[in-house]
């Protein structure tokens, strides 16, 4: 009887928690992300699990630093002309990056060096079924249809970039009916805007000086959790021993990833058996 607790007590904490896709684990992070930030969600994307405390703050503190140049954007009531032009150099930047920066990243050597066993894997953790299935939503596309993936993702990406080209044509109408003062506010607030979020070598422009471990935790939750969930167990170090294993993360001491952790409250646990086990 006694055995059979224990074997029910290990399903439970490891549980047949299913890895989550590429597709699934980029919806939860925009909604999440644009939970925290006061925005109104995408249209088609919806959460499907439940996002751990330490995830939220780092997305709370994403929007006090990278995003923070974004927010104060937000409309108040009166037309602030410069702020508008910052609005419009965003997106302008949006389009570049969705038409040249992105596909210079398929460029990348490095892509050549992937083996065809882990493109395989990759493939099959990407989460086509997903995919589809949203892009022929916003495409206005039959469920049946079976245009390739590739196909569907880069029509979304086209139409994108059109909605985007109308809006700035809205607001070059705006700006011709305006005087000269109002004009170079806006023409200013258009420059200033094209690098705010994004600089032209495709980084953030925005505080982010621990930006690049936020992303790898975020992109590791799965895995974080697998470690909370373990029967055997696991502390904060065993994070940090893969963590060190990234090449840009390689250098640094374990004092430095403490206190990353700690800022975000993540915490693998203590040491010594999961409380759960200590009564078996």
């Given at each position: 009887?006694?055995?059979?607790?224990?074997i029910?007590?290990?399903?439970?904490?490891?549980?047949?928690?299913?890895?989550?896709?590429?597709?699934?684990?980029?919806?939860?992070?925009?909604?999440?992300?644009?939970?925290?930030?006061?925005?109104?969600?995408?249209?088609?994307?919806?959460?499907?699990?439940?996002?751990?405390?330490?995830?939220?703050?780092?997305?709370?503190?994403?929007?006090?630093?990278?995003?923070?140049?974004?927010?104060?954007?937000?409309?108040?009531?009166?037309?602030?002309?410069?702020?508008?032009?910052?609005?419009?150099?965003?997106?302008?930047?949006?389009?570049?990056?969705?038409?040249?920066?992105?596909?210079?990243?398929?460029?990348?050597?490095?892509?050549?060096?992937?083996?065809?066993?882990?493109?395989?894997?990759?493939?099959?953790?990407?989460?086509?079924?997903?995919?589809?299935?949203y892009?022929?939503?916003?495409?206005?596309?039959?469920?049946?249809?079976?245009?390739?993936?590739?196909?569907?993702?880069?029509?979304?990406?086209?139409?994108?970039?059109?909605?985007?080209e109308?809006?700035?044509q809205?607001?070059?109408?705006?700006i011709?009916?305006?005087?000269?003062?109002?004009?170079?506010?806006?023409?200013?607030?258009?420059?200033?805007?094209?690098?705010?979020?994004?600089?032209?070598?495709?980084?953030f422009?925005?505080?982010?000086?621990?930006?690049?471990?936020?992303?790898?935790?975020?992109?590791?939750?799965?895995?974080?959790?697998?470690?909370?969930?373990?029967?055997?167990?696991?502390?904060?170090?065993?994070?940090?021993?893969?963590?060190?294993?990234?090449?840009?993360?390689?250098?640094?001491?374990?004092?430095w990833?403490?206190?990353?952790?700690?800022?975000?409250?993540?915490?693998?646990?203590?040491?010594?058996?999961?409380?759960?086990?200590?009564?078996?």
């Amino acid at each position: 009887m006694k055995q059979k607790k224990k074997i029910e007590q290990s399903q439970h904490v490891t549980g047949k928690y299913s890895s989550p896709t590429f597709f699934e684990t980029l919806m939860n992070v925009h909604c999440d992300l644009r939970l925290e930030l006061g925005l109104p969600p995408l249209e088609y994307w919806q959460k499907t699990r439940e996002t751990p405390s330490w995830v939220k703050n780092i997305y709370q503190k994403l929007g006090r630093t990278l995003f923070k140049s974004i927010l104060k954007l937000r409309p108040k009531g009166v037309i602030n002309w410069r702020n508008y032009g910052r609005i419009i150099g965003i997106m302008e930047r949006h389009i570049t990056f969705l038409t040249h920066d992105a596909w210079q990243l398929f460029d990348d050597p490095a892509f050549e060096k992937v083996s065809d066993e882990k493109w395989v894997k990759f493939n099959a953790g990407l989460g086509e079924v997903e995919a589809r299935k949203y892009y022929l939503k916003t495409l206005g596309r039959p469920a049946t249809d079976q245009t390739p993936l590739e196909e569907l993702a880069v029509m979304a990406i086209e139409r994108k970039i059109t909605d985007l080209e109308k809006v700035k044509q809205t607001a070059f109408a705006h700006i011709a009916e305006q005087g000269a003062k109002n004009k170079n506010l806006f023409l200013k607030g258009m420059g200033e805007g094209f690098t705010i979020f994004l600089n032209e070598d495709g980084q953030f422009a925005g505080d982010d000086r621990r930006a690049d471990i936020h992303m790898e935790l975020i992109a590791w939750q799965h895995d974080i959790e697998k470690l909370q969930r373990s029967v055997l167990p696991k502390t904060n170090q065993h994070l940090i021993t893969e963590l060190k294993k990234v090449p840009e993360f390689k250098n640094r001491t374990p004092d430095w990833f403490k206190d990353v952790f700690k800022d975000i409250k993540l915490s693998i646990g203590p040491r010594g058996r999961p409380p759960q086990y200590s009564q078996a």
